[in-house]
């Protein structure tokens, strides 16, 4: 394992750090369906025991049962390898009164005294507005004078004026976690925004570096095309990862691996995560990919679920999955059928239970006009 710099402090970070969102479940659905206890364990374990010193986690991820499987996983002589960082999660709170009780049972949830790195949850235009009305950072600092809290930090999803922003109230934070990928080089934080935090001497931890897994999905011909050409062959996976290592700013890069094979491979790759491995020749490939990407994919959802539940029951993240791959995949007939099946999708969870209340739009990263997409989703899913 390679490590990095974290920041100002003086500690190396593993270049792959272990993100606990889609831990191996014992169904089909990922997000919903029970962790598979014994495999997660066997998984975080085997990336500790093969260098990962930095897990990261959240109180909503697969229904709040990530941070009490992770508390489970990091007992005999675990916890003492890595640094745990873990969310407030801003967006699901109401009131300030809710903050303390979800500290607690998180604290609870981990088995553990101290969490290293707290991170406000999903920073954006709202969320960032109930840090400052409820005095959030002031409670956090108590929290740190008391040794509960190591550092403090947050995770972002909105546009770069509002990260700036975040950024230069406070002189206190140690890292920002953002989502960057070959694909999102302009989008959200961005670019400027990784140099942005780099010439403040933040941490930077990246997440979504294979946006939701969707880069090493079988890609459209044209991409497929363009990969063809670069003389350097690599996976598909190895392709994204190595991109975002490729950046010295970069601290350490999270993967949501639901598979030991998807360790293994993330691992190896991890061994040749220097930057420079990306060389200059290959660097105009990405840049034809992204564009043939962005004239295909209408909807730039990566299955986060900030939108779920709907109040309405429609599964968002479900059908802009089927409707990206319907409009970015020549055979939809798969997507179709699931979409139509009376063994695929319920019928009060499809597009056309959608009421327009707008709900999901506030609290979507990417900002969506998910009710638009909806209504183009089912006619085309329809089909």
Not at 121 to 131: A, E, I
Not at 270 to 284: F, M, N, Y
């Amino acid at each position: 394992m390679l490590y990095r710099k974290f920041g100002t402090l003086d500690w190396k970070v593993s270049a792959l750090g272990f993100g606990a969102m889609r831990l191996p479940t014992t169904g089909n659905d990922e997000f919903t369906s029970p962790v598979n206890e014994p495999e997660a364990t066997k998984m975080i374990r085997y990336a500790i025991d093969h260098g990962v010193n930095y897990i990261d986690t959240g109180y909503p991820y697969h229904g709040g049962n990530s941070e009490r499987v992770l508390g489970k996983a990091l007992k005999d002589g675990y916890a003492e390898k890595v640094r745990l960082a873990t969310k407030l999660p801003v967006h699901f709170i109401d009131k300030r009164e809710q903050i303390e009780p979800i500290f607690s049972e998180q604290l609870k949830r981990l088995q553990t005294d101290k969490i290293t790195y707290y991170l406000f949850h999903g920073m954006n235009r709202v969320t960032w507005k109930k840090v400052l009305e409820w005095k959030v950072i002031p409670w956090a600092e108590d929290k740190m004078a008391a040794g509960q809290i190591g550092h403090l930090g947050f995770s972002f999803h909105d546009d770069f004026d509002i990260f700036k922003e975040i950024i230069d109230y406070y002189d206190g934070w140690t890292l920002c976690q953002i989502q960057y990928n070959y694909i999102d080089v302009n989008n959200q934080a961005g670019r400027k925004g990784v140099e942005y935090a780099a010439s403040k001497n933040l941490a930077i931890v990246v997440m979504e570096p294979l946006r939701g897994g969707t880069l090493t999905k079988t890609p459209p011909e044209a991409v497929a095309k363009v990969w063809a050409s670069d003389p350097h062959k690599r996976s598909l996976a190895e392709r994204g990862l190595l991109w975002v290592w490729n950046q010295p700013e970069v601290s350490t890069v999270l993967s949501g691996m639901s598979t030991m094979d998807q360790v293994i491979e993330n691992l190896a790759i991890a061994d040749r995560s220097r930057p420079g491995q990306i060389t200059k020749a290959e660097l105009p490939h990405y840049e034809q990919v992204r564009e043939i990407y962005k004239s295909l994919n209408p909807v730039p959802c990566t299955k986060c679920r900030y939108c779920s539940p709907c109040p309405n029951g429609v599964d968002i993240p479900g059908i802009f999955e089927m409707f990206n791959d319907v409009s970015v995949y020549d055979e939809p007939r798969i997507a179709r059928i699931r979409y139509q099946s009376p063994r695929g999708m319920k019928p009060e969870n499809k597009a056309d239970r959608c009421i327009e209340c707008g709900t999901c739009i506030e609290k979507c990263p990417q900002k969506i006009d998910i009710p638009t997409w909806l209504k183009k989703a089912h006619i085309k899913l329809n089909s």
